[in-house]
């Protein structure tokens, strides 16, 4: 039975021919890029083939069309790293094309090296232009890419450098090639033993017969054991694995996940999969890989987190003011951000405090991490619990089956921030304290303790201390979490920003609804000052969209804000009196039903609560 390789460039060609002369591989190669890979793939089967071996686009496109497997060779990490490290520089602007196995190796080098790129990646033929068009507008000083890329590239007069295939990348695929066809040879039981060790590709894989000795071995596992293929076959298992727990579960047959266990210094994690399906009864799958592999896609998959809309998009320039009060707290702000010290932020409601939170977080060594926002008077205590620190598998009625992630743990290396956290049942804030103390969490329902590295930013509405004073909160948790504070000023208090706030918001509006509206005079803006503004800066921006939408407001509308507080002073009591009344009249009607009540006041939930609860104190 024949292997093949499709090599789709001469110098690989010429590479892999070299690589069996001197090996003996029973390999024969032909040279033919995506074009013409299907057609020479089938000339290759009809001479004989059973195995095909090609890399990047051209093997994409014989997998697709012939409908058979393809060994791919993958694009070598140190040639991209080599290129990008010596021919490029921090300021430089690296447009990385081709298909996927090319830009999931090249990103990370990137990373690694703090080089600004971009990855256009080719899906299939009908966008090709259409990425070669975003490159060009995005106008690279450096362009690396595969065979394909580079004659698109090429064809619109650019230079694109190839990264090409290594010798140990040939080898690697070279080796699994040829452990497929010994797989094809053997009986069909085999067969798949076999096709259950190769589809473990990124792990040491071992498998066990019923004398509990090695019958194959994946190249990687030989590669992490540092033995040959040679040497590891036949070998006993706990000549390897010197564990007593582990070789203890191997003889029980008891299936093990996730399990520490060492070989000398070095760490690995380690599952068995004892009998698995459509095997022999007493086949064991042994899968290990570094603690290391495990840390370094953990990092990964916290860093693409971005991707899912964890970040801070907001930063200390986009806070509009002109006020000395508000340039000290941002002062403090930016004196806070330098430290990894927990914040408690207060400030009434619209002031912004998670404007200030994100402006921290991005001025701070966590900046690359993710922002994790939360609302503490959105969910009720068992919700809230549940999203804070997540849950196992079957952990209660309604969970999912594969358990869920907790925000401390998406958080991680990042900041967690705690909006309006007074708000917090004091269970709750006992299980948060806890957390602070140790930096580490359990998940509901699960016996496992998870470290986490999270900053936390508090924020309430509220004074915590009158709070703390009323037995709502914690004292130890208050200390714990304000050991920064920050008072955010309310608008009333910082008139010249105002003005600057107003002009800015019309912009937004009148920019987002492409609608003209007229310039407010200086005496309005005037009158805008002398406004309480109850709401802060969200009732001026809904006061500015409310501009925006009818083409302009006359001079009573501002005298009518003005007048508000004073009129409902003078009338009928204190403004939060009114509000009062007004909202436990609603709830009445509404058969005391706080979401109609909140439905028919046009406020959430959490406010009508909110203003009940501060009734009743």
Same mark, same amino acid.
Not at 350 to 372: D, M, W, Y
Not at 472 to 496: A, G, Q
């Given at each position: 039975?024949?292997?093949?390789?499709?090599?789709?460039?001469?110098?690989?060609?010429?590479?892999?021919?070299?690589?069996?002369?001197?090996?003996?591989?029973?390999?024969?190669?032909?040279?033919?890029?995506?074009?013409?890979?299907?057609?020479?793939?089938?000339?290759?089967?009809?001479?004989?083939?059973?195995? !095909?071996?090609?890399?990047? &686009?051209?093997? !994409?496109?014989?997998?697709?069309?012939?409908?058979?497997?393809?060994?791919?060779?993958?694009?070598?990490?140190?040639?991209?790293?080599?290129?990008?490290?010596?021919?490029?520089?921090?300021?430089?602007?690296?447009?990385?094309?081709?298909?996927?196995?090319?830009?999931?190796?090249?990103?990370?080098?990137?990373?690694?090296?703090?080089?600004?790129?971009?990855?256009?990646?080719?899906?299939?033929?009908?966008?090709?232009?259409?990425?070669?068009?975003?490159?060009?507008?995005?106008?690279?000083?450096?362009?690396?890419?595969?065979?394909?890329?580079?004659?698109?590239?090429?064809?619109?007069?650019?230079?694109?450098?190839?990264?090409?295939?290594?010798?140990?990348?040939?080898?690697?695929?070279?080796?699994?090639?040829?452990?497929?066809?010994?797989?094809?040879?053997?009986?069909?039981?085999?067969?798949?033993?076999?096709?259950?060790?190769?589809?473990?590709?990124?792990?040491?894989?071992?498998? !066990?017969?019923?004398?509990?000795?090695?019958?194959?071995?994946?190249?990687?596992?030989?590669?992490?054991?540092?033995?040959?293929?040679?040497?590891?076959?036949?070998?006993?298992?706990?000549?390897?694995?010197?564990?007593?727990?582990?070789?203890?579960?191997?003889?029980?047959?008891?299936?093990?996940?996730?399990?520490?266990?060492?070989?000398?210094?070095?760490?690995?994690?380690?599952?068995?999969?004892?009998?698995?399906?459509?095997?022999?009864?007493?086949?064991?799958?042994?899968?290990?890989?570094?603690?290391?592999?495990?840390?370094?896609?953990?990092?990964?998959?916290?860093?693409?987190?971005?991707?899912?809309?964890?970040?801070?998009?907001?930063?200390?320039?986009?806070?509009?003011?002109?006020?000395?009060?508000?340039?000290?707290?941002?002062?403090?702000?930016?004196?806070?951000s330098m430290t990894d010290s927990s914040i408690m932020i207060h400030g009434q409601t619209?002031?912004? *405090?998670?404007?200030?939170?994100?402006?921290?977080?991005?001025?701070?060594?966590?900046?690359?991490?993710?922002?994790?926002a939360v609302n503490c008077a959105a969910l009720p205590g068992s919700l809230l619990e549940?999203?804070?620190?997540?849950?196992?598998?079957?952990?209660?009625?309604?969970?999912?089956?594969?358990? *869920?992630?907790?925000?401390?743990?998406?958080?991680?290396?990042?900041?967690?921030?705690?909006?309006?956290?007074?708000?917090?049942?004091?269970?709750?804030?006992?299980?948060?304290?806890?957390?602070?103390?140790?930096?580490?969490?359990?998940?509901?329902?699960?016996?496992?303790?998870?470290?986490?590295?999270?900053?936390?930013?508090?924020?309430?509405?509220?004074?915590?201390?009158?709070?703390?004073?009323? &037995?709502?909160?914690?004292?130890?948790?208050?200390?714990?979490?304000?050991?920064?504070?920050?008072?955010?000023?309310?608008?009333?208090?910082?008139?010249?920003?105002?003005?600057?706030?107003?002009?800015?918001?019309?912009?937004?509006?009148?920019?987002?609804?492409?609608?003209?509206?007229?310039?407010?005079?200086?005496?309005?803006?005037?009158?805008?000052?002398?406004?309480?503004?109850?709401?802060?800066?969200?009732? !001026?921006?809904?006061?500015?969209?409310?501009?925006?939408?009818?083409?302009?407001?006359?001079?009573?509308?501002?005298?009518?804000?003005?007048?508000?507080?004073?009129?409902?002073?003078?009338?009928?009591?204190?403004?939060?009196?009114?509000?009062?009344?007004?909202?436990?009249?609603?709830?009445?009607?509404?058969?005391?039903?706080?979401?109609?009540?909140?439905?028919?006041?046009?406020?959430?939930?959490?406010?009508?609560?909110?203003?009940?609860? *501060?009734?009743?104190?």
């Open positions: 039975m024949q292997i093949a390789l499709i090599a789709p460039y001469e110098s690989m060609r010429a590479m892999a021919q070299e690589i069996i002369d001197e090996r003996g591989y029973p390999i024969r190669v032909y040279q033919a890029d995506m074009r013409k890979g299907v057609s020479t793939a089938r000339r290759a089967i009809a001479g004989g083939a059973h195995v !095909l071996i090609s890399r990047g &686009g051209t093997a !994409l496109r014989i997998r697709e069309t012939l409908g058979i497997e393809v060994v791919e060779v993958r694009p070598s990490v140190f040639s991209a790293f080599a290129y990008i490290h010596s021919c490029t520089g921090p300021e430089s602007r690296i447009a990385i094309v081709g298909y996927n196995p090319l830009v999931s190796i090249c990103t990370p080098v990137c990373d690694i090296l703090h080089r600004r790129y971009r990855a256009f990646e080719l899906l299939h033929r009908d966008c090709f232009d259409a990425a070669i068009d975003e490159l060009i507008a995005w106008e690279p000083d450096v362009i690396i890419g595969d065979v394909v890329s580079v004659r698109l590239t090429r064809a619109r007069g650019l230079d694109c450098h190839l990264i090409e295939s290594s010798r140990e990348t040939l080898i690697e695929a070279f080796d699994q090639a040829v452990l497929m066809r010994n797989n094809m040879n053997r009986h069909h039981a085999s067969e798949k033993k076999l096709s259950a060790v190769l589809h473990c590709a990124k792990e040491g894989a071992l498998l !066990l017969n019923g004398d509990k000795r090695v019958e194959e071995v994946n190249q990687r596992g030989c590669n992490l054991l540092h033995m040959m293929r040679e040497d590891v076959i036949g070998k006993p298992f706990d000549a390897i694995f010197p564990d007593k727990d582990v070789n203890a579960a191997v003889a029980s047959g008891a299936d093990m996940q996730n399990t520490l266990t060492r070989i000398g210094e070095r760490r690995f994690i380690l599952d068995l999969v004892c009998s698995p399906q459509n095997m022999e009864a007493d086949s064991i799958v042994v899968l290990f890989q570094p603690v290391e592999t495990i840390q370094q896609a953990e990092t990964s998959i916290r860093t693409k987190l971005v991707d899912r809309g964890f970040y801070a998009k907001y930063t200390f320039d986009s806070i509009i003011h002109s006020s000395n009060v508000m340039r000290a707290a941002i002062e403090t702000a930016k004196r806070y619209g002031t912004g *405090k998670e404007l200030f939170a994100q402006g921290i977080h991005n001025a701070s060594s966590r900046a690359k991490g993710p922002f994790v549940s999203e804070l620190f997540g849950y196992a598998p079957g952990a209660f009625t309604g969970a999912l089956r594969s358990g *869920k992630t907790g925000l401390f743990e998406l958080a991680h290396n990042g900041t967690l921030f705690l909006d309006e956290v007074a708000e917090m049942d004091v269970f709750l804030q006992a299980r948060l304290l806890r957390t602070l103390q140790t930096r580490e969490i359990m998940r509901i329902g699960d016996n496992k303790v998870i470290s986490v590295n999270v900053r936390i930013i508090a924020a309430t509405n509220r004074d915590p201390q009158e709070e703390v004073r009323r &037995g709502r909160m914690r004292e130890d948790l208050f200390f714990r979490l304000s050991v920064l504070d920050l008072e955010i000023p309310p608008l009333r208090e910082r008139k010249e920003d105002i003005p600057r706030l107003f002009l800015h918001f019309l912009d937004r509006y009148g920019a987002k609804y492409r609608w003209r509206y007229p310039p407010p005079s200086r005496q309005f803006l005037r009158e805008l000052e002398n406004c309480p503004w109850e709401g802060n800066v969200r009732a !001026l921006e809904n006061f500015a969209e409310k501009y925006v939408t009818l083409q302009g407001l006359p001079a009573s509308a501002t005298a009518s804000l003005a007048r508000t507080r004073d009129q409902a002073d003078g009338e009928q009591g204190s403004l939060d009196a009114v509000i009062m009344r007004h909202v436990r009249q609603t709830l009445d009607r509404e058969g005391g039903n706080i979401a109609r009540t909140a439905a028919r006041l046009r406020v959430d939930r959490n406010t009508v609560k909110r203003w009940l609860a *501060k009734g009743a104190a």
